[in-house]
Nanobody
Framework: QVQLVESGGGLVQAGGSLRLSCVVS????????VGWYRQTPGKQREFIAG???????YYIGSVKGRFTISRDNAKNALYLQMTSLKPEDTAVYYC??????????WGQGTQVTVSS
């Protein structure tokens, strides 16, 4: 069974930065396209960034240029470097598969709060 453990969230002022981490176990991480998602209360979880096995990244428009996704296959880890944070980035952030279904069971996520 795949387990996802996200960390690195916190409270930051607008314009600040955070680096999120996700450790993936129970699967061959290096052979998986993986990505980051986020969810705010009352809204559906949305995909925001993905990285393919070969390392090619993809971002949705609202985070492109501000967020950078990366992976360390030796550590089974996925990262999201977030800069120029905005209050609208406030959400619980999750990692999971990218471009493949079914998704894995969700982890607990990590809360990011951006104050104005």
């Amino acid at each position: 069974q795949v387990q996802l453990v996200e960390s690195g969230g916190g409270l930051v002022q607008a314009g600040g930065s955070l680096r999120l981490s996700c450790v993936v176990s129970g699967t061959i991480f290096s052979a998986r396209d993986v990505g980051w998602y986020r969810q705010t209360p009352g809204k559906q979880r949305e995909f925001i960034a993905g990285i393919e096995v070969a390392g090619d990244p993809y971002y949705i428009g609202s985070v492109k240029g501000r967020f950078t996704i990366s992976r360390d296959n030796a550590k089974n880890a996925l990262y999201l470097q977030m800069t120029s944070l905005k209050p609208e980035d406030t959400a619980v952030y999750y990692c999971n598969r990218y471009r493949r279904v079914p998704l894995w069971d969700w982890g607990q996520g990590t809360q990011v709060t951006v104050s104005s």
